[in-house]
Structure formats: structure tokens, C-alpha cells
């Protein structure tokens, strides 16, 4: 079975500048998480999606970040304008939804702003 | 209020031998999971080991076991017979609500395990 897939693997951009990530989770996975783990610190989720509506997005900061869904497939993550506090390592994972399913990790994005 | 704690930073084990890596959690749930992940220098999460909060018995992976101590709010990973491959970063997670719509992972800060040889 495919594992969670993410694009593109490195990105280096100017603070000001825009960016997108693609996820495309496990096939039948109805469940599909964003984290962004900084660099010494362990994984903080930005949004959780159940099919292609957010159930938590809490922690989103929706003045530059933003997240969709489509179809409830493929996600894209969306930071604009960034920050330099904003580079670290942007990881998918999905799970089937269940309260105690496992999530899988794709491969994450490393994002170093300038 | 933190809500995983790995008290370890950076820890060191021999080749071989047998190792604990600490986590200690809070939460006023009765029902939770906790879950142990490696992360390599690459860069990916692997999936090690679960813990269910109404499981009487400590999980176990082959060389991974979970020390759980429910009173104590503690979940220990013990890595027995240490490989070089180990070494890596570990990181203990629970698992919280909402619970009909797969829960959210909040991460402990992680452990760094070096295998010497």
C-alpha cells in the first residue's frame, strides 16, 4: 500500500513570499492532519480534516495559513505572506478516522524562509 | 499546561543493551492513547507502539515495550537490545478528542537516543 505522499520535499523562499504544500494521504483514509514541527520541538497540529470538512483548526494561524481539502482527497497547505518563524518542517498524516487508528506520516516538507 | 513531558533531552545506551526513554502525560480523560514515534535524521515519523488507557497490559512491538503506570500517568518506552539503527529521535504522543473523528496528537518534546557501538 502507497504511503502518505508530499510535495514538494524542500522549499526555500523569501520572508514576504508565498508557498503551498500538496498531501495526498493513504487511500480510504477519511481523516487527514497538518503539523508543523519546528526544528528541537515535536509536532504541532494546524488542522485536522474528516473528509473534506475541518474539524480543528485551532491552532491555525489563519491570518497567513491556510488549508483545503478537495474532495476529501488531496489537501493543500497555503502560507502567505511568511515569516521567518514560520520555517520548519510542515508533515501530513492521515488515519482511517477511528479514535484509536494509527496516523501515518508522509515524508514532511522542510521549509526555510530567508 | 504541558501536557506530554519527556524529561530526556538527549540520551545515550550501549550497543545492545536495554534502554527507557521516560513520558509522563496529563489529562483528565478517561479515555486516551498513547503512542510512541521515531524519527530518524530523514525525517519521517514511524509508528513504534500504542498504548490504550483501558488496556491492562503493557503493549508490546518486538524490541519495544511500554512501561505504563496508569496511577502514575507515566508511559515509558523500553528499547530492548539496542541496534545501531536506533538512534534517533523519539517522541511520545496522546491522543485526545474529538474520539468519533480519528483525535488529535499532542507530542511530547522529544528524546534523542544515540546507540553507541
Known amino acids: 500500500e502507497a504511503g502518505v505522499a508530499q510535495s514538494p520535499r524542500y522549499k526555500i523562499i523569501e520572508k514576504r513570499q508565498s508557498v503551498a504544500f500538496w498531501c495526498n494521504p493513504i487511500s480510504g483514509h477519511a481523516t487527514l492532519y497538518w503539523y508543523q514541527q519546528i526544528l528541537g520541538q515535536g509536532p504541532k497540529l494546524l488542522i485536522q480534516?474528516?473528509?473534506?470538512?475541518?474539524?480543528?483548526d485551532s491552532q491555525l494561524p489563519k491570518d497567513r495559513f491556510s488549508a483545503e481539502r478537495l474532495k476529501g482527497v488531496d489537501s493543500t497547505l497555503k502560507i502567505q505572506p511568511a515569516k521567518l518563524e514560520d520555517s520548519a518542517v510542515y508533515l501530513c498524516?492521515?488515519?482511517?478516522?477511528?479514535?484509536?487508528?494509527?496516523?501515518?506520516f508522509g515524508p514532511g516538507t522542510r521549509l526555510t524562509v530567508l | 499546561a504541558q501536557k506530554i513531558t519527556q524529561t530526556q533531552p538527549g540520551m545515550f545506551v550501549q550497543e545492545k543493551e536495554a534502554v527507557t526513554l521516560d513520558c509522563t502525560y496529563d489529562?483528565?480523560?478517561?479515555?486516551?492513547?498513547l503512542f510512541w514515534y521515531k524519527q530518524p535524521s530523514s525525517g519521517e515519523m514511524i509508528f513504534l507502539i500504542y498504548q490504550g488507557s483501558y488496556d491492562e497490559q503493557n503493549a508490546t512491538e518486538g524490541r519495544y515495550s511500554l512501561n505504563f503506570q496508569k496511577a502514575r500517568k507515566s508511559a515509558n518506552l523500553v528499547i530492548s537490545a539496542s541496534q545501531l539503527g536506533d538512534s534517533a529521535m523519539y517522541f511520545c504522543?496522546?491522543?485526545?478528542?474529538?474520539?468519533?473523528?480519528?483525535?488529535?496528537?499532542?507530542f511530547g518534546q522529544g528524546t534523542e537516543l544515540s546507540v553507541k557501538p
Open positions: 504522543a496522546m491522543r485526545e478528542g474529538p474520539y468519533n473523528q480519528g483525535g488529535k496528537l499532542i
Open positions: 480534516f474528516q473528509n473534506n470538512g475541518v474539524v480543528d
Open positions: 498524516a492521515s488515519s482511517l478516522g477511528g479514535f484509536y487508528n494509527e496516523q501515518f
Open positions: 489529562t483528565s480523560d478517561q479515555s486516551y492513547g
